[in-house]
């Protein structure tokens, strides 16, 4: 199986912060790499695909980046509706495996 | 509107059976696979496995292999995740999701959840 590692697993950090979200994958899965945020009580929503594609109606304060093993999610100017739980998961091969996430918290 | 409407919650005993269910609406169900998620109460995600249902191939995590099972029924655009015989470590909340083989198999679309409680 491929493991997926997220770092790090929680942050505090203040509207307005430039935030960012690393994601390891313990061998190469090319660009197959996704990243989800989590709200409490709410499913699970798509917000960067192929480790830099915007999903559709995503804000543009997102961003992917990465190849290979290493990737990161960026948020370039955090807001209040950004706190939130948000997981990588790679779709190169089943079985599909997630990251532990990382919980984004107000500082 | 395309999205994905689950079964509500569900509180069962040890042994008992269970079928939960997962409707697509609003796109060609049989073109995207289905994919099951389990998340346990204040934990992350596990990816359970998924079905075509196109013809109904399914493919499970090595962890829920032989524990669960995937079917679907395309004349009614549902899919759904079976137990024959629940254990408690099965409470937990479960998601279906669409594949969307254009976006790098990335799950797209998600179901509300759907909340299983297995106690005595």
């Known amino acids: ?107 | 509107e395309v999205q994905l409407v689950q079964s509500g919650a569900e509180v069962k005993k040890p042994g008992e059976s269970l079928r939960i269910s997962c409707k697509g609406s609003g796109y060609s169900f049989t073109n995207y696979w289905i994919n099951w998620v389990r998340q346990m109460p204040g934990k992350g995600l596990e990816w359970m496995g998924r079905i075509d249902p196109s013809d109904s191939y399914t493919n499970y995590s090595p962890s829920f292999q032989g524990h669960v099972t995937i079917s679907t029924d395309k004349s009614i655009s549902t899919a759904y995740l079976q137990w024959s015989s629940l254990k408690a470590s099965d409470t937990a909340m479960y998601y279906c999701a669409r594949r969307d083989s254009s976006s790098s198999d990335a799950f797209d679309i998600w179901g509300q959840g759907t909340m299983v409680t297995v106690s005595s």
Not at chain 1, 1 to 13: G, K, Y
Not at chain 1, 14 to 20: E, M, N, P, Y
Not at chain 1, 22 to 37: D, E, G, M
Not at chain 1, 67 to 80: A, M, N, V
Request: hydrophobic share 30%; aromatic share 10%; with cysteine.
């Open chain 1, 1 to 107: 199986d491929i493991q997926m590692t997220q770092s790090p697993s929680s942050l505090s950090a203040s509207v307005g912060d430039r935030v960012t979200i690393t994601c390891r994958a313990s061998q190469s899965i090319s660009r197959y790499l996704n990243w989800y945020q989590q709200k409490p009580g709410k499913a699970p929503k798509l917000l960067i695909y192929a480790a830099s594609s915007l999903q559709s109606g995503v804000p543009s304060r997102f961003s992917g980046s990465g190849s290979g093993t290493d990737f990161t999610l960026t948020i370039s100017s955090l807001q209040p509706e950004d706190f939130a739980t948000y997981y990588c998961q790679q779709s190169y091969g089943a079985p599909l495996t997630f990251g532990g996430g990382t919980k984004v918290e107000i500082k």
